[in-house]
Every structure is written in C-alpha cells, then in structure tokens.
C-alpha cells in the first residue's frame, strides 16, 4: 500500500502528464518546463530556500518529486517538432548558489535523458532566476525603489563583503552552472513607468540580472549572444493588487511598481483590478509595449527567444486557469490575446 506521500507524488505525475498533452495537443510549438517547489508553509520565497536538489529531505529529493516525473511525462508525450526549453530551477537562486555541482548533474544527466527521445539540438537545458536578487539571500539587501540604487547598494554590500563570498560559494562551479546551460530566463517582474511603458522598459530587469551576475564572473550578455543559447523571459505578468494580494491596487503608481502583486482568487467583480478603466488602459500600455519589444527580438542590447505569462488569477490574460473565469466574468482581455497570437504567428520558432 502506497503512503500518502507516495500518493501525492503518483497524483503530481498523472497532472503533469495531463498538461503536458494538453499542451501538445493545442498545438504549442515551444513548451518551457519551468521545475520550482515553493517552502511547506508558504512563507518563506523559493528564491531564498537552501537545499541540495538531488539530497534526500524526508525520504525525497527535488530530483524525485519534481525533476524526474516532469522529464518521464515530457518525454511520453512531445513531438519531434516540437522545442523543449527545461529549466532545472525557476526562482531558486539560493539552492544554485550553494549546491552548484548538483545542478551541473542533473542537467547533464536529464539532457541526455530527454535527448534519447528527440534529437539533442531541440532540448535545452538551463536555469532561470529571479531578475534581482540572483543568488537569493546569499548577503542580506534593503528594500530599494530605485533602480540606479539597487544597483548601487548591490555592489556596495559585494564588495564588502567578497572575501567572505569567495570563501562561502564554489564560484568557478557557479560559473560552469550558466556556462554549460543551453538556456537561461528570468521571471520579469520589474517595476515599469507609471506615465507609460514603453518597449525599452523591459530591458531593465535584464540590465540588473546581468549586473549582479557579473560581480560573480559571469557575463550574461556574453553568454546569450553565443553559442546557440536562447534566453527567455520565463515568467512574466502584471498583477494589478495591493501588496497584500487581497484588493486592486490604490493606485496606478502602486499598480505598475509592483507587477507581482496580483489577486489569486477565483474571479470575482470586487477584486477584480482590470474593471477599474485606467487600470484596463494601462495593462494594454503595458502589453503592447511588451510584444514590441519580444517581436523585435527583445534587443538591442540583448535577444529574448519566448515569454511566458504567468496564468492564474488577475496576471491570466487570456482566462488560462480554471480560477481565472467564474460566473462573473472573467480577468482575461481578449484584445490583447489577439496581439499575442499575432506575435505568435509571426515568430513561430518563439512560440
């Protein structure tokens, strides 16, 4: 008789399997496996979460709950056409950072794994991290609002401290993690104009993962116009709450500050941020602005190869998520769905 942690984890294989057809079977031409796990209680960020992913916690490991039951369904159900970009992580900077060879391991051994199904040029392999706070609490950073401060105060705080780093992290094992990945992404979240984004706002997040990451010897830039790596933007939404996830925000200012903050209830008209017209208005600013700049190529000075919008609650635009939609309406906006299908018709190969 299975416990009732080997019948979680049955259950979590089925679901991935379900989605995973789901997906292929709508036609997807690119699908991102973005593997994560959040903390048990929920109150501590996956980002600042120290674990060996391939150490047993409990009787299991990352690798058996989360790693091996998405590359076993990946692999039952895609098609040779199709592109597969598999993130080892998503938002675990801390995990990388402290147990870097583990994560070198398990890219090569899942790399050849889901390369005995299709052919090895459509698998890439990779990590995505958050778009600040790359290697999650690995030193302690204030609260900033500024971009050119966050900056700033980052590399104060590193070096100040960087013989201690040095000491505390394997950074040339860090460096092979980003150099020996076929893929690398970011979840977007930044802070984007109040008066207006436009497509050069989206460069910014990229501009501070690529900042922090050089104070560790690893050029992002570098790595994603060479070599055949694609760089994706692998979460990116606009949430539209307060901080406390419970109501609209108060404000447009506070609104296009935070894009992270967003309603997780099933839809309901009072929480429902977009019913509010400049609100509605400016999620459309902010959409357009961002299929410009991903039908440009997310450059100069860098390239985006796909997009992945977060897709529950108020981030689901185009009504994804069962919660997304009720008998009140739904968060979805289907003008600009249509401007996501034109991008995807466009650039197929990013879809």
Same mark, same amino acid.
């Given at each position: 008789?299975?416990?009732?942690?080997?019948?979680?984890?049955?259950?979590?294989?089925?679901?991935?399997?379900?989605?995973?057809?789901?997906?292929?079977?709508?036609?997807?031409?690119?699908?991102?496996?973005?593997?994560?796990?959040?903390?048990?209680?929920?109150?501590?960020?996956?980002?600042?979460?120290?674990?060996?992913?391939?150490?047993?916690?409990?009787?299991?490991?990352?690798?058996?709950?989360?790693?091996?039951?998405?590359?076993?369904? *990946? +692999? !039952?159900? $895609?098609?040779?056409?199709?592109?597969?970009?598999?993130?080892?992580?998503?938002?675990? %900077?801390? @995990?990388?950072?402290?147990?870097?060879?583990?994560?070198?391991?398990?890219?090569?051994?899942?790399?050849?794994?889901?390369?005995?199904?299709?052919?090895?040029?459509?698998?890439?392999?990779?990590?995505?991290?958050?778009?600040?706070?790359?290697?999650?609490?690995?030193?302690?950073?204030?609260?900033?609002?500024?971009?050119?401060?966050?900056?700033?105060?980052?590399?104060?705080?590193?070096?100040?401290?960087?013989?201690?780093?040095?000491?505390?992290?394997?950074?040339?094992?860090?460096?092979?993690?980003?150099?020996?990945?076929?893929?690398?992404?970011?979840?977007?979240?930044?802070?984007?104009?109040?008066?207006?984004?436009?497509?050069?706002?989206?460069?910014?997040?990229?501009?501070?993962?690529?900042?922090?990451?050089?104070?560790?010897?690893?050029? *992002? +830039? !570098?790595? $994603?116009?060479?070599?055949?790596?694609?760089?994706?933007?692998?979460?990116?939404?606009? %949430?539209? @709450?307060?901080?406390?996830?419970?109501?609209?925000?108060?404000?447009?200012?506070?609104?296009?500050?935070?894009?992270?903050?967003?309603?997780?209830?099933?839809?309901?008209?009072?929480?429902?941020?977009?019913?509010?017209?400049?609100?509605?208005?400016?999620?459309?600013?902010?959409?357009?602005?961002?299929?410009?700049?991903?039908?440009?190529?997310?450059?100069?000075?860098?390239?985006?190869?796909?997009?992945?919008?977060?897709?529950?609650?108020?981030?689901?635009?185009?009504?994804?998520?069962?919660?997304?939609?009720?008998?009140?309406?739904?968060?979805?906006?289907?003008?600009?769905?249509?401007?996501?299908?034109?991008?995807?018709?466009?650039?197929?190969?990013?879809?």
């Amino acid at each position: 008789m299975r416990t009732p942690a080997q019948r979680s984890a049955r259950r979590l294989d089925k679901c991935a399997l379900r989605c995973f057809k789901a997906a292929v079977s709508a036609g997807f031409t690119g699908i991102q496996i973005l593997n994560h796990i959040d903390s048990q209680d929920g109150t501590q960020w996956r980002n600042f979460l120290s674990f060996d992913p391939m150490a047993r916690y409990g009787g299991w490991s990352y690798e058996d709950v989360v790693v091996r039951p998405s590359s076993e369904a *990946l +692999k !039952a159900v $895609i098609k040779p056409h199709q592109k597969v970009w598999f993130m080892m992580s998503g938002e675990m %900077g801390r @995990s990388i950072f402290d147990f870097p060879l583990s994560y070198l391991k398990l890219m090569n051994k899942y790399r050849g794994s889901l390369a005995q199904k299709k052919s090895a040029g459509s698998v890439k392999m990779g990590v995505a991290l958050h778009w600040n706070k790359v290697c999650g609490d690995c030193f302690a950073m204030p609260h900033v609002d500024s971009h050119q401060i966050y900056n700033t105060t980052y590399h104060q705080i590193f070096e100040s401290q960087k013989d201690q780093i040095a000491r505390k992290f394997d950074i040339p094992m860090i460096q092979r993690v980003f150099q020996s990945s076929d893929v690398l992404g970011i979840s977007h979240y930044a802070p984007a104009p109040t008066d207006g984004p436009t497509p050069a706002s989206f460069s910014m997040p990229i501009d501070t993962t690529a900042y922090e990451l050089s104070h560790w010897g690893i050029d *992002l +830039k !570098a790595l $994603i116009m060479t070599g055949g790596r694609d760089f994706l933007f692998s979460e990116v939404g606009l %949430g539209g @709450s307060d901080p406390a996830d419970s109501r609209p925000a108060t404000s447009l200012a506070e609104l296009a500050a935070n894009p992270l903050d967003g309603i997780w209830a099933v839809y309901n008209i009072a929480q429902d941020p977009w019913r509010i017209a400049n609100y509605k208005l400016y999620r459309r600013e902010w959409y357009k602005a961002l299929t410009e700049f991903l039908y440009g190529g997310g450059g100069p000075p860098y390239k985006v190869d796909a997009a992945f919008i977060w897709s529950v609650g108020s981030f689901d635009v185009a009504a994804i998520h069962p919660i997304s939609t009720s008998d009140e309406g739904t968060y979805a906006d289907w003008e600009i769905v249509k401007w996501m299908r034109w991008l995807s018709s466009k650039v197929p190969s990013r879809r």
